[in-house]
């Protein structure tokens, strides 16, 4: 099992700086590669500021100087706000200022407030096309001179510049439909996976539909599977800490939701949480229930649960940071993480004395 970090930077209110918030990124960042995670991912939204990341490359060249081992993740592209020739060389380029560190994730898109504003109000939902013709393009541009005439972008010959430093660029497509797994299987790309408010069942049936891509293409290479889950990790002497987390994640979501329903105007990027009271018959929301599908919980919990997602199939454990805590708060949590969780799962793979076999650079195995 590896462990890698998603962190951005969230603004809840004009009362933090946004240098504060950058600063406070780069420190976590720091906590992260200093405990052995493999990568720190950084994800791409648009005119929002609980999640202020416009694009992950200028944040990611900018740690890449900061850093020494930990690889640097596009987690993820919105494959319909870029053009193949432009996303290929900056990720080239990426790649080449970090030293071969470079992880490219690429989604669809979600919100459609974005797509409202970056994409002329194409429903959200048509994004898989531009993800499935992007990536193959994309790849092609790394290897030399090519022209492409697909059904969303055409261009004569043209090649990325530079080229990247690593042989073969891991790429991780954000995948939830069986058509997305099989498109990454096939592909041979690894597939990145998240259950949000969803319990574990929601876990084994992601890395089901990816057992069931295997299947429909036999010959294919097994997929790297990541799955990110909001954490929050709390000692053991305060057996009701655990609260807090939930009730961050809670308001998260309610924002999320905000986001998502796309019906109220925001104001200088702030959106307020969907209320309390919209959720009064959805059990998933509550604080007991987030307790039981985020991961929070002592370490010894958080330990237990990650073994089970081993089981699964799930070789990289993303520590999803984000969820309005305060810097201390979030740091303390992810030193505990570090502290408590990674050993044991270093410790057993040294024990079975097994290499990895994961994505180069990664160094937290089991």
């Not at 560190?101 to 974005?114: I, K, M, P, S, T």
């Not at 991780?172 to 069942?201: C, Q, Y």
């Not at 370490?299 to 984000?322: M, N, T």
Request: hydrophobic content about 40%; charged content about 25%; some cysteine.
């Amino acid at each position: 099992m590896r462990f890698s970090l998603f962190v951005h930077m969230e603004r809840w209110d004009d009362q933090v700086s946004h240098r504060q918030l950058f600063e406070d990124l780069v420190d976590l960042v720091h906590v992260a590669e200093d405990g052995g995670f493999c990568t720190v991912w950084i994800g791409e939204h648009h005119a929002m500021e609980y999640t202020v990341s416009p694009s992950p490359m200028p944040l990611l060249a900018y740690l890449a100087a900061e850093t020494k081992t930990i690889r640097l993740g596009a987690g993820t592209l919105i494959a319909p706000f870029w053009n193949p020739i432009r996303a290929a060389g900056e990720s080239a380029l990426l790649d080449v200022i970090s030293g071969g560190r470079l992880e490219l994730g690429v989604a669809r898109g979600a919100y459609q407030f974005e797509f409202d504003r970056l994409a002329g109000g194409m429903p959200a939902a048509a994004g898989g096309q531009h993800l499935r013709e992007i990536l193959p393009a994309m790849r092609a541009l790394w290897q030399g001179d090519y022209a492409h005439d697909g059904e969303i972008w055409q261009f004569p010959t043209s090649t990325s510049v530079p080229k990247p430093v690593q042989a073969e660029i891991p790429i991780w497509v954000a995948a939830r439909s069986p058509e997305s797994h099989e498109f990454a299987v096939e592909n041979g790309f690894n597939i990145m996976v998240t259950p949000l408010m969803k319990d574990d069942a929601e876990v084994a049936d992601l890395t089901g539909k990816t057992e069931a891509a295997m299947a429909k293409f036999p010959g294919a290479r097994k997929p790297e599977i990541l799955c990110l889950r909001h954490t929050y990790v709390h000692a053991p002497e305060d057996p009701d800490a655990w609260r807090a987390g939930a009730a961050a994640i809670n308001r998260y979501y309610r924002t999320f939701d905000a986001w998502a329903g796309n019906k109220t105007t925001p104001v200088n990027g702030f959106l307020e949480p969907s209320p309390e009271e919209k959720f009064a018959d959805r059990p998933e929301f509550e604080l007991d229930s987030l307790h039981r599908s985020a991961m929070i919980g002592t370490p010894d919990e958080v330990i237990e649960r990650i073994k089970h997602y081993q089981e699964l199939g799930v070789d990289e454990f993303a520590y999803w940071i984000d969820n309005g805590m305060t810097h201390a708060q979030k740091k303390e949590s992810l030193e505990l993480f570090v502290k408590h969780v990674v050993p044991a799962f270093r410790n057993a793979g040294q024990a079975a004395a097994q290499p990895s076999d994961g994505p180069v650079g990664s160094t937290v195995t089991a």
